[in-house]
């Protein structure tokens, strides 16, 4: 399938530590004709963490899409009416990010985007990042895997003895994951063995 033309919205929460393994993913979908708006959470916005300078990350990324980022809840609401997107990512999606969307908690950017978007049935791809999902996220985590028009890119326990509940996406899965969900199907196996690449 086609890249492109193809309408994304890609919405970043603060999982601060993997944005060096989505900006590639980003370029890759630039280069494969993708047109991409950035989507940035508060936090994302204004913290500045050993992983780098907010603002140096936004202005990064908003220099691969080329378009204007959407950077507040004002400005997402019009995904939905509108019909912004034909697939909105988070990548990384936080904790907070999955709770807060399994539970119709609608008070910041990238979950009021997804919220609008599927009104839509469009689909949503989610590439989890959390140290808490097999924890007090874990219910948060079957609710969305059990949601209509939700998929996720295949992920692993980084580091299951250190952090037993940590989860992490496989980035490299994550266009293929994009691909599996235009056409309504989940990409398998979602669960990936910890400590393999693949």
Partial sequence: MSLNN???????????CTFDQIIPVIEELKKQGAIITPIFSEKVQTTDTRYGKADEVVKRIVSICGNTPITNIVEAE??????????????????NFIAKLAN???????????????????????????????GLNCKNLATLLNTKNIYFVPFRQDDPLAKPN?????????????????SGRQIQPLLLCPGAKK
């Fill in 166 to 182: 940590s989860l992490v996406a496989e980035y490299t899965l994550l266009i293929p994951t994009i691909i599996e969900a235009l």
């Fill in 6 to 16: 193809l309408k994304i919205g890609f919405a970043i929460t603060g999982s601060f």
């Fill in 78 to 95: 019009p995904v939905g009416p509108k019909k912004l997107f034909d697939v909105l990512i988070v990548a990384p999606a936080t904790g």
């Fill in 104 to 134: 119709g908690i609608v008070d910041e950017t990238p979950v009021m985007c997804a919220k609008a978007h599927l009104r839509n049935q469009r689909p949503v791809v989610i590439a989890i990042s959390t140290n808490d999902a097999l």
